[in-house]
């Protein structure tokens, strides 16, 4: 396995907690507009107000499904590039990877994690992936 080809099967980990992260401000919003909706009691009147809300509350369960799947996708790929992951040494390296990936954190904020500069934090990180396209 190459260097290109590691980062290629860890760079979906970071992607689907971006994609998780957007669900769950979707339905964040969904429940906002459903819950700032008061139901109208009159008989007389359009029901386009009750509709609206049984839109939200559709959507809102769509998301949920959709976010379920995203979950159980994720948890599978960060599962099997774990196991991989178990195998590069030193487990500083291995730290930084999961710092990167499954941390979803940037190089700086790993960086700062670890207590080194952004420079040497990249360096290791370039390391890393070598060392994981190597045992994989």
């Known amino acids: 396995m190459t260097v290109r ?15 998780i992260k957007a669900v769950e401000l979707e339905i964040e919003r969904l429940m906002t507009v459903a819950t700032k909706m008061t139901p109208n009691y009159d008989p007389v009147g359009s029901s386009s107000h009750q ?3 049984e839109e939200a509350v559709i959507k809102m ?5 959709r976010l379920t799947d995203i979950v159980l996708e994720s948890l599978e790929k ?3 590039c774990l196991n ?3 195998n590069v040494q030193p487990k500083s390296l291995r730290k930084i990877l999961l710092l990167y990936y499954f941390n979803d954190m940037t190089i700086e904020k790993v ?3 670890i207590d080194r500069s952004p420079r040497w934090t990249y360096e290791m990180y370039k390391t890393a992936l070598e060392e994981y396209a190597k045992k994989n």
Do not use: F, Q
């Open 5 to 19: 080809e590691a980062k290629k099967e860890l760079r979906p980990i970071k992607e689907m907690a971006s994609d």
């Open 51 to 53: 509709n609206k809300i």
């Open 61 to 65: 369960n769509d998301y949920k499904s």
């Open 78 to 80: 960060k599962n099997e």
């Open 84 to 86: 991989k992951l178990e």
């Open 111 to 113: 960086a700062e994690t």
